[in-house]
């Protein structure tokens, strides 16, 4: 469903992402791990057509993602790192307004809000305005807001930030449905234990390069090979990735 | 252009702005404030009589001339005369309290008749000024030149010291300078007038003639049947344009604001030209200043009877405006990066843009090369325009140029802030 071929991203001298390629196919969640800097973000925002790459290709249901009005980005749903939200409108509105952006509209963009919220537990709060919620909330409603459309991609960057363990399990019970529904996930994290609880296959990246694309069962075999009998996965990362203290 | 997404984009911006109605009272209210208190100074031509410039008379001379003077000094309607003491004078200059004194000193109106009829070297009149009043000094010193011609004229033809200071001039001609022919008129000059002179005082009749050979007649030029000015229609246009750009700055801001809380991400992230995220802004910006000058200039027709002699002409020049400002405030949130930083910018930008455009203070007063200048700013040409379609009275067609400029500022605004937009959403 989504391919990754060979891309790469510069800001002046700095490579943030050098020659990255992965897949992610239907019914699939792809863990995307990294250190701070390893350029997890810009590989999904130029997946997610925010940055345009110097090299490389993206392709969505085997189509190479052209320009901004590219019908296939209706096909991804983006859920940003930050709370993409518009505090003073309410939980409706906002989601009124993103499925506006996809050519949403009546009943069926309607129906969408109400499934997303209720899909999210926060069908009750349709009609409050965004800043009276709580973190968790505003996490499970940015959730909501990336998968309004029904896109066959969702592109995760690290939406459990500062939730509390409730609404991440929440969240996580949300990937699962999407997954079993068919959607291809693309999930970047710092925390080992989301990734060996949810992904399929686990990208490892850092320095802007991919260090290693496998299963979680290839990648424990591989942590004890590297690192000895019984060594997690977060031993593998660090053993990969390095020790020093990143910015 | 996408037209549904443009749509809710613009809905979105118009919803927030009427979410906090606080802020929409205030939007509303702080122009109409600000425009009504310009408006009751500028009003001062009206019915309201304008506020006299305060000078003070030092006589130390007591002559014919000198009273004359004075006297015409304290009939004049722009001018509150005193005549404190010499030092009373100085100490209310130095505190600021008036802005000119003018000292006659002792032996002037016999010097000053003397240089009148050639006798002699001009007499001296002292003025004592406030540096920083150079406008109220340059009132009172045209003011003045006129009087003391009206006054040295009649005391050297009709005063009571004239006829010793014409018989010493008579006595002198023999032995000045003076080419021979000349002398002669200019002796049965000087005896005319002591003839007339002594006529007035047997007869008691005040000679007809020499006076001030004109009076001033003022017809205020409108294209309406205007009674007088209205002070608050171009108070109103100067502060409703000046508070357009403080909304374009909000509007600059709050995208700036939306980029650090990450939502151009996900408005990028979906299927719409770059051109439709900054046309909807333009489009909401252009509405909610429209909705602000349009209030304002409501509020000045009802409570302030101020004029819109052209609806038609008046509507095309505030839409153009709100289209200019809005289109400012995307230039300014292309240009800029941080909201705060932004901000303190452009409210340096618009306040200057708003001082050349002769909102503040009147163009006339700046130097010749910055009154040139004045012609290329927006602010300009939207406060001429709403002048001319408001108190000026001037038809439809004078709201076209300034309307043709101001869309094409927004034009290459527009333009720029599409080209320099940071469109990278790393």
New interface residues.
């Given amino acids: 469903m989504l391919a990754v071929r060979d891309l790469r991203k510069s800001?002046g001298r700095v490579v943030?992402v050098d020659g990255a390629s992965f897949s992610v196919e239907s019914g699939q969640l792809i863990g995307l791990l990294g250190p701070n800097g390893a350029g997890k973000?810009?590989t999904v925002?130029m997946i997610?057509?925010?940055?345009?790459p110097d090299a490389g290709t993206v392709t969505i249901a085997g189509n190479p993602l052209r320009g901004?009005?590219?019908?296939h980005?209706?096909l991804?749903?983006?859920v940003?790192?930050?709370?993409?939200?518009?505090e003073?409108?309410t939980a409706a509105?906002n989601l009124?307004?993103?499925g506006?952006?996809?050519?949403l509209?009546g009943r069926p963009l309607e129906d969408a809000i109400g499934s997303a919220l209720l899909l999210v537990g926060l069908a009750e709060r349709a009609g409050d305005?965004v800043k009276t919620f709580s973190g968790g909330m505003k996490r499970r409603l940015n959730l909501a807001?990336?998968m309004l459309h029904d896109p066959q991609i969702l592109l995760l960057d690290e939406p459990t930030v500062g939730v509390d363990p409730q609404s991440r399990n929440a969240i996580f019970d949300n990937l699962e449905y999407l997954k079993g529904r068919g959607k291809a996930l693309l999930y970047t994290t710092h925390y080992m234990e989301e990734a060996e609880r949810l992904a399929d296959r686990i990208v490892v990246m850092d320095h802007g390069r991919v260090l290693a694309d496998d299963t979680l069962a290839g990648l424990r075999e591989r942590a004890g090979r590297d690192a000895g009998p019984g060594a997690s996965l977060e031993s593998l990362f660090l053993a990969m990735t390095g020790r020093t203290l990143r910015d | 252009m996408a037209l549904a997404p443009l749509a809710a984009l613009v809905r979105k911006d118009l919803q927030i702005f009427f979410t906090d109605r606080r802020a929409v009272v205030l939007t509303l209210a702080i122009p109409i404030a600000i425009a009504s208190f310009f408006g009751l100074l500028f009003q001062g031509q009206g019915d309201q009589e304008a506020a006299r410039v305060a000078v003070a008379m030092v006589d130390q001379d007591g002559s014919g001339l000198s009273k004359r003077l004075i006297a015409a000094t304290a009939s004049d309607k722009a001018l509150a005369v005193t005549q404190p003491s010499l030092a009373d004078a100085r100490a209310a200059v130095l505190a600021g309290r008036i802005g000119v004194a003018v000292v006659i000193p002792a032996g002037f109106g016999d010097t000053a008749i003397r240089a009148f009829i050639g006798q002699g070297r001009n007499a001296d009149l002292e003025l004592l000024t406030d540096p920083s009043k150079g406008a109220e000094v340059s009132m009172v010193r045209g003011l003045l030149t006129g009087h003391m011609m009206g006054a040295v004229t009649q005391e050297a033809f009709t005063g009571a010291s004239s006829r010793r200071l014409l018989d010493e001039g008579l006595r002198s001609l023999d032995t000045s300078d003076v080419p021979a022919d000349q002398r002669e008129l200019l002796r049965r000059v000087f005896e005319s007038v002591q003839a007339l002179s002594r006529n007035q005082e047997t007869t008691g009749t005040p000679a007809r003639a020499l006076t001030m050979p004109f009076e001033v007649r003022e017809t205020q030029v409108t294209g309406l049947p205007l009674r007088q000015y209205n002070g608050y229609a171009h108070s109103f246009a100067g502060m409703g344009i000046q508070f357009a750009l403080f909304a374009a700055i909000d509007l600059a801001a709050g995208i700036l604001l939306e980029r650090e809380r990450g939502l151009w991400k996900r408005l990028r992230s979906a299927p719409l030209s770059r051109s439709t995220l900054l046309v909807a802004r333009a489009i909401s910006g252009t509405c909610i200043t429209l909705l602000t000058l349009l209030v304002s200039f409501a509020f000045a027709r009802v409570v302030f009877q101020a004029p819109i002699g052209n609806v038609g002409g008046f509507l095309l020049v505030t839409i153009a405006s709100s289209i200019m400002a809005a289109t400012f405030g995307l230039l300014v949130a292309a240009l800029g990066h941080t909201p705060a930083a932004t901000r303190r910018v452009a409210m340096f930008v618009v306040l200057v843009m708003v001082m050349l455009g002769g909102a503040w203070v009147p163009s006339f007063l700046f130097p010749a090369w910055l009154q040139q200048l004045t012609w290329l700013v927006p602010v300009r040409w939207a406060v001429d325009g709403l002048d001319a379609m408001t108190w000026r009275g001037l038809g439809f067609a004078d709201a076209l140029v300034p309307t043709g400029l101001l869309l094409a500022f927004s034009a290459v605004c527009g333009a720029l802030a599409v080209w320099r937009f940071r469109w990278e959403e790393a």
């Fill in positions: 800001y943030a973000s810009t925002a997610a057509g925010l940055v345009t901004d009005t590219d019908p980005k209706r991804i749903g983006l940003p790192q930050d709370l993409a939200l518009y003073e409108l509105a009124r307004l993103f506006s952006l996809y050519d509209r305005r807001a990336g």
